[in-house]
């Protein structure tokens, strides 16, 4: 009997000026990718085709910022998969690496050929992309599909454009979006953003030291601080949560308020999990909350004992909704 081959690590190259490192020549999936959704998917799962019948690696090709926030200040788009989420996320996937080109005045002038030339030919060596159907680049988004295309035939690397891709397997008119994701979940509508994305819309954060006050409750919550961007909507959601270090198969249940806690203190908008027969330290543990399914937005209570009664009415809510998405 012999010993499975190690994992190879997952690379992550921030700007690089020369081919980084064991992604040279490697098949690139390139876009924004925020959310990593069922169409992202289909361009990774297109990649790494490819990238096997050449003999290659494969990498995504990703921009910080993200170019909205860039053109129009920070946090103007509510990010789905902040940076770090991302990374995990496709590695996760068994991609090779992830390559982050900074989105900054100098790429946001530069000329669809230049692109081609500077970032794909010296800067990646890229053997093939491959991209979406609506991805653009270059100034004045002049680089189209059909542009890079071409460019690749000029300069001899393999370029496959992925169709788009529908929302669900029933051929849905409405195409799986980050977008689309965004707006339902700005809604609370986690049902939806799950039908989209392919997978439940996660918040990944440290564990932090709050008041308290849920343990004064009777209901003990991890409290984590979301990223800045987060517009999901405000209110109590049935969740799954999986803890630093623990394996998948051990997922944790919960219910989880998203807001600003308007009946103790009005603040800065958190993310608070009371876990479901969980006992144990969480504090600067780093947790990922998986959204399950909405219960009801959040609201002021003329009390602390008639918010612990509520409390105890939304947790006998989430074991009901995580029973019937068990």
């Not at 012999?2 to 390139?30: R, Y």
């Not at 959310?35 to 090709?61: D, M, N, Q, S, T």
């Not at 979406?132 to 059909?146: E, I, L, N, S, V």
């Amino acid at each position: 009997m012999t010993d499975s081959p190690a994992q190879k690590p997952f690379i992550l190259a921030v700007d690089p000026q020369e081919p980084p490192a064991g992604l040279a020549g490697a098949v690139i999936a390139i876009g924004n990718f925020d959310g990593v959704h069922r169409g992202h998917l289909a361009v990774i799962k297109r990649a790494e085709a490819l990238a096997a019948r050449l003999g290659r690696p494969c990498a995504v090709l990703t921009f910080e910022p993200h170019p909205t926030d860039y053109f129009s200040g920070d946090h103007s788009v509510f990010r789905l998969t902040p940076l770090k989420d991302k990374a995990k996320t496709l590695e996760r996937l068994g991609l090779d690496g992830m390559i982050v080109i900074p989105f900054n005045a100098g790429l946001a002038s530069l000329a669809a050929e230049d692109f081609v030339t500077e970032i794909l030919l010296r800067r990646l060596a890229v053997s093939a992309v491959v991209a979406g159907y609506d991805f653009h680049f270059g100034a004045g988004r002049k680089g189209t599909p059909d542009f890079l295309k071409q460019a690749g035939q000029r300069h001899g690397f393999e370029v496959e454009i992925v169709e788009r891709i529908a929302s669900d397997a029933e051929n849905s008119t409405e195409a799986a979006s980050s977008t689309g994701t965004r707006l339902a979940l700005e809604t609370g509508d986690v049902d939806h953003a799950t039908h989209l994305l392919g997978h439940p819309y996660t918040i990944t954060g440290e564990v932090l030291h709050g008041q308290e006050l849920g343990r004064q409750l009777g209901f003990p919550t991890a409290n984590l601080r979301p990223d800045p961007s987060c517009r999901l909507r405000h209110g109590v959601y049935a969740v799954r949560a999986l803890i630093e270090g623990e394996v998948p198969e051990r997922m944790h249940e919960g219910v989880a308020n998203y807001g600003r806690r308007p009946t103790v203190d009005h603040g800065a908008p958190l993310l608070e999990i009371f876990l479901l027969d969980f006992t144990g330290d969480l504090y600067s543990k780093i947790v990922e909350v998986f959204f399950i399914g909405f219960i009801r937005g959040e609201e002021k209570f003329a009390s602390l004992d008639a918010l612990k009664a509520q409390i105890a009415k939304d947790v006998e809510s989430a074991r009901a909704i995580l029973k019937k998405h068990s």
